[in-house]
């Protein structure tokens, strides 16, 4: 049976037990604890107690107190703290000279043996005390008894004690005061708001561990649980809960020669998962103290890793041009403008056909610069540029060891770098069909697998591929796969060759020309704007815009670029920049770029098909490169991953 005296959440909730006449001085002085303390008093002791205690569900007690034998029993039964009632010195002495008022022979009755302090002072003060002590009831009535058989008038002792004294009919002094109760009192309660403390400290504790990605344990020193998160038990398949206060290895057996010794990191397998655990102490180097051991799954660490070095390079991979750089006024140039606004709030891929030199970068940087990947990475890699081999490693990256000379610790391939921005795959039709078919895989799975790899890493990736050469053509001659084509076209822009914008011919001029001045100091200040700059080109329209400029943009950025450095001269400054003069004239045009107004040059070509420009561009390509390389074919051939055949061939039949 319980009394319930306060009933408030927020107070400690103490239990008083017991059977005898300490109730009464539970009684006495528990509305001293009204503010301070929820108090029951429990008439239940030893096995009764226990049952009170264990069946209380969401009434538990935070702690319970106890005198004598009682305390002792309960201490070892139950899992809530147990305060025991001490008697004082004085609780003691007074006692004594209670019982000797009451009877000649008086016995000191204690649960274990007596203090010596209290065999001192009766020996001291010459005091005929006979001294006994009991562990537990049944002991109490034997030596009670035993006592009154001796001829003992007065028993001193806890209620228990007291209590079959009297029954026997013999004298009884209480031995405990209320100085005694009250101090067993405000131990509970520091006891209960230490315990609670610790409680919220370890609720805290534990739903940090609950939200570690890691599985994480933690042990004492002699290998068992004192906590773990829900991770980690589901990892070795137990219940986190029924963990605590069992050996780790005993849970889980696998583990037993896995884990490491000493603090640092080693690798162990779990159901078939490999796992990186790390051991480090529990709350100080000392040993004593614990060990707390973290599980993190390979697989996540590689990935990290790939994420970690993705970050790193992004950096430099960024778009450096906008839309508001595409320049032109033309209806065709207009039309570009508007389809990239348009497909730049798409994720689609996008496939940008033109002719080399047209600018299919800078409209796949606007594109991006307008998108909501613009924050992220910008990866641009020419497919025709790399041999098949690295283009390979390039695009998908491989692991260490794959091939002989791959870099340690592996290396992240393009398409992983770009992961949440934009791939421009430049000159897509020059891609080998061997890897046309995992690049399939990759638009199609948003997927990479690196070489040397099992494991696929999901990318979140914006495709967009150029090319200038007519993919149904590559298709129909079995060179480039029909169903990347049909991946690849989902949305489409074409971009015009300059010789279908004449208009846009001089402000492109002044605006290439604006670029370049401000890159030559000596240039700048003549030229501070693109209005000074088109001022400077004024009597250059007709002839620029009877040229059929081949090379489209880029092959007018060379001749802009000549003229900048013509006129960055200091010595032609009295001829070139006479005061209102056009600055640039047909002459000065004829000598750094004869081939715009000699008559041959000035001769309209004949229209040619998509196939016939390629290969013009092609040969215009393979030219550049011998000059570059001063006429060696070897290093022409090596330099551009084509064989002399092939190079013979194409020189040809651009002719």
């Known amino acids: 049976m319980s009394t319930p005296l306060f009933e408030t959440a927020q107070r400690p909730r103490i239990w008083a037990l017991s059977i005898s006449r300490l109730r009464d001085l539970y009684f006495d002085i528990a509305g001293e604890y009204v503010e301070r303390a929820d108090l029951r008093i429990v008439a239940h002791a030893f096995e009764d107690a226990v049952r009170e205690i264990e069946n209380a569900g969401a009434e538990r007690p935070d702690v319970v107190i106890a005198g004598g034998s009682n305390g002792a029993y309960l201490k070892t039964r139950v899992t809530v703290p147990v305060v025991r009632i001490t008697p004082t010195g004085f609780d003691v002495m007074h006692a004594l000279a209670r019982a000797r008022r009451d009877g000649a022979r008086v016995a000191l009755v204690t649960h274990g043996e007596p203090p010596d302090e209290v065999r001192r002072f009766t020996a001291a003060y010459g005091l005929d005390v006979t001294f006994a002590s009991h562990q537990s009831a049944q002991d109490a009535e034997s030596v009670v008894l035993d006592l009154r ?29 209320r100085a005694s109760v009250r101090a067993a009192f405000d131990t509970a309660i520091e006891v209960a708001q230490a315990t609670r403390r610790e409680t919220i400290r370890r609720q805290r504790l534990d739903n940090l561990l609950q939200h570690l990605r890691d599985g994480v344990v933690a042990l004492d020193a002699q290998g068992r649980v004192e906590a773990m998160n829900q991770r980690l038990a589901g990892v070795l398949g137990i219940d986190a809960a029924k963990a605590v206060g069992r050996a780790l290895l005993e849970l889980a057996p696998d583990l037993a020669g896995s884990l490491p ?15 990186v655990v790390h051991r480090g102490p529990l709350a100080s180097s000392s040993a004593a103290a614990g060990t707390v051991l973290t599980f993190q799954e390979s697989r996540a660490v590689e990935r990290l890793d790939r994420t970690l070095r993705s970050r790193q390079r992004v950096q430099q991979f960024s778009a450096r041009y906008r839309l508001d750089d595409i320049v032109g006024a033309s209806a065709s140039i207009a039309r570009v403008r508007t389809l990239v606004q348009r497909y730049a709030r798409s994720d689609a891929t996008v496939l940008i056909l033109g002719e080399s030199g047209t600018g299919k970068e ?12 613009r924050d992220f990475a910008f990866v641009a890699i020419n497919c ?23 870099r340690k610790g592996g290396k992240a391939g393009l398409i992983e770098v770009a992961h949440r921005g934009t791939l421009f795959l430049d000159e897509i039709g020059e891609m ?42 590559a298709i129909e001659a079995g060179r480039f796969r029909a169903d990347l084509y049909y991946r690849l076209n989902i949305l489409s822009i074409a971009l015009p060759p300059l010789r279908e914008r004449p208009d846009d011919l001089l402000p492109l001029a002044a605006e290439l020309l604006r670029q370049a001045a401000a890159r030559e100091p000596r240039l700048a200040a003549r030229v501070p704007d693109a209005a000074s700059a088109a001022h400077v080109l004024a009597g250059l329209g007709a002839s620029l815009r009877r040229y059929a400029w081949p090379g489209n943009v880029r092959e007018l950025q060379n001749v802009i670029e000549r003229i900048a450095v013509e006129l960055a001269d200091p010595d032609a400054d009295a001829d070139l920049l006479a005061e209102g003069a056009s600055v640039v004239t047909r002459e000065m045009l004829r000598s750094v770029a004869p081939e715009i107004v000699e008559p041959a040059a000035r001769a309209k070509p004949a229209a040619l098909t998509l196939r016939e420009r390629s290969r013009h561009v092609e040969a215009d390509q393979i030219r550049a490169a011998l000059t570059a390389h001063d006429g060696d074919r070897d290093a022409v051939c090596e330099a551009l991953g084509i064989s002399k055949t092939t190079l013979w061939r194409k020189l040809n039949a651009a002719r």
Not at 151 to 168: F, N, Q
Not at 266 to 273: H, I
Request: glycine share 10%; proline share 3%.
């Open 384 to 406: 025709g540029a790399f041999p098949e081999a690295l283009l390979e490693s390039e695009l998908f990256g491989y692991e260490e060891g794959a091939f002989t000379g791959a």
């Open 261 to 275: 010794d000493t603090d640092g990191d080693t690798f162990c397998t779990v159901r078939g998962a490999s796992y």
């Open 432 to 473: 080998p069909l061997s890897l046309q078919s995992r690049l399939l895989r990759v638009l199609q799975e948003r997927e990479v697998v690196r070489l040397g790899s099992t494991e696929p890493t999901r990318i979140d990736i914006r495709v967009v591929a150029a090319t200038h050469r007519a993919l149904t053509e």
């Open 362 to 373: 800078m409209v796949a940087q606007s594109m991006h610069q307008l998108s909501a990947r």
């Open 149 to 177: 058989d001796r001829g003992i008038d007065v028993v001193v002792g806890p209620g228990l004690v007291t209590d079959l004294a009297a029954h026997a009919g013999m004298g009884a002094v209480f031995l405990y005061s």
